[in-house]
C-alpha cells in the first residue's frame, strides 16, 4: 500500500458533557475541551491513512502543535479535517483544522510514526 502526500480524513463529534473542559479537568467551563479536540484532530489523522498500511501496520501520535482558537458549547457537532503533508520514512506530518457550525475553532501540526503492530505491543508489555 502506498502513501503519498495529499491524503485527507475527517473526523465528526458532538459535544457532550463529557467531552468539555470541565469533565476533562482542562479547565473549568462547560465547553468542548481541548483534550477532546486534540482526540478528535488525532482522529482525523488515522482516518487519512484508512487502506492506506500494510495489514501488520498501525501509527502511533509522537508529537501535536495544537492552537484551541475559538470554544464550543455543549450541543453542536464539530469536526476536524486532516491533511498529510509530509512522509519521511515512517514518519508521518499532518496539517489539521477544526471547526463548528460557526468558525473554526482550531489548527494542527501533528506527527505520527508508522509501527508493527505486533512488535510494538510486545515492546510495550516487557515494560510488566
Known sequence: MALTAGL????????TPD???DALGSGDLPVFGTPALVA????????????????AE?????????????????????RAEA???????RKLTFLIQAYD??????????HR??????RFLSKTQEKH
Do not use: N, Y
Open 8 to 15: 485527507r480524513g475527517r473526523a465528526e463529534a458532538q459535544v
Open 19 to 21: 467531552r468539555t473542559a
Open 40 to 55: 478528535l484532530m488525532e482522529q482525523a489523522a488515522v482516518s487519512a491513512l484508512a487502506g492506506h498500511l500494510g495489514s
Open 58 to 78: 498501525t501509527t502511533v501520535g509522537t508529537a501535536i502543535e495544537v492552537a484551541h482558537l475559538a470554544a464550543t458549547p455543549v450541543g453542536l457537532r464539530v
Open 83 to 89: 491533511e498529510l503533508i509530509e512522509i519521511d520514512g
Open 101 to 110: 457550525p460557526r468558525e473554526k475553532i482550531g489548527q494542527a501540526r501533528h
Open 113 to 118: 510514526i508508522i509501527v508493527l503492530r505486533d
